[in-house]
């Protein structure tokens, strides 16, 4: 009866049966906005399915799961596991159950800081000049834009990154990368 037996399918047990890259698709971008909706992070449920399975999965994991970009095979066997997450992330909205302690034990995540694309110009600007800002620097600029330290620490972080992924390996990008803690004549000013 679990839809196990030889090529024999069971049609009430979907989570056995291998899905379509059509469900897989539907059931993706019913996941992700059912998921934005209970305000929960891609991280969240990462650390959940550890805490509920045993299987931690990064963010990256489920990111790409959202995205589609997982092999087949492992998109099928994801599937399950995040279905039932679903369910029970809905069966405890509203009550603070399992799935909320599990979410209270992940990184204590903020809501996303989406900056004003004008600010993000003076951010930019600034990245070219310096990839690497000191602590001090960091401070004056949040200062100057009304952002917190930690929000723009983390846009630097994260355009590093970003400059990282789009320089082809072997190739330098517009500005020393390797300037850490080496003082360089593009390192940044001290304060």
Same mark, same amino acid.
């Given at each position: 009866?679990?839809?196990?037996?030889?090529?024999?399918?069971? @049609?009430?047990?979907?989570?056995?049966?291998?899905?379509? +890259?059509?469900?897989?698709?539907?059931?993706?971008?019913?996941?992700?906005?059912?998921?934005?909706?209970?305000?929960?992070?891609?991280?969240?449920?990462?650390?959940?399915?550890?805490?509920?399975?045993?299987?931690?999965?990064?963010?990256? #994991?489920?990111?790409?799961?959202?995205?589609?970009?997982?092999?087949?095979?492992?998109?099928?066997?994801?599937? !399950?596991?995040?279905?039932?997450?679903?369910?029970?992330?809905? +069966?405890?909205?509203?009550?603070?159950? +399992?799935?909320?302690?599990?979410?209270?034990?992940?990184?204590?995540?903020?809501?996303?800081?989406?900056?004003?694309?004008?600010?993000?110009?003076?951010?930019? #600007?600034?990245?070219?000049?310096? !990839?690497?800002?000191?602590?001090?620097?960091?401070?004056?600029?949040?200062?100057?834009? @009304?952002?917190?330290?930690?929000?723009?620490?983390?846009?630097?972080?994260?355009?590093?990154?970003? &400059?990282?992924?789009? #320089?082809? !390996?072997? &190739?330098?990008?517009?500005?020393?990368?390797?300037?850490?803690?080496?003082?360089?004549? #593009?390192?940044?000013?001290?304060?």
């Amino acid at each position: 009866e679990h839809g196990e037996l030889g090529g024999h399918h069971c @049609q009430d047990h979907s989570d056995e049966e291998t899905p379509t +890259s059509d469900e897989l698709e539907q059931f993706a971008k019913q996941f992700k906005q059912r998921r934005i909706k209970l305000g929960f992070t891609q991280a969240d449920v990462g650390l959940a399915l550890g805490t509920l399975y045993g299987n931690v999965f990064s963010q990256t #994991t489920i990111c790409r799961f959202e995205a589609l970009q997982l092999s087949f095979k492992n998109m099928c066997k994801l599937k !399950p596991l995040l279905n039932k997450w679903l369910e029970e992330a809905d +069966s405890s909205t509203g009550s603070p159950t +399992s799935i909320d302690k599990i979410a209270a034990q992940g990184r204590k995540r903020k809501k996303r800081t989406s900056i004003e694309v004008s600010v993000k110009g003076v951010l930019e #600007t600034h990245f070219l000049k310096c !990839p690497k800002p000191a602590a001090q620097e960091i401070s004056s600029l949040a200062d100057s834009l @009304q952002l917190e330290k930690e929000v723009v620490r983390v846009w630097f972080c994260n355009r590093r990154q970003k &400059e990282k992924r789009m #320089t082809p !390996p072997g &190739e330098q990008p517009q500005h020393d990368v390797y300037s850490h803690g080496v003082k360089t004549d #593009t390192a940044c000013h001290d304060l």
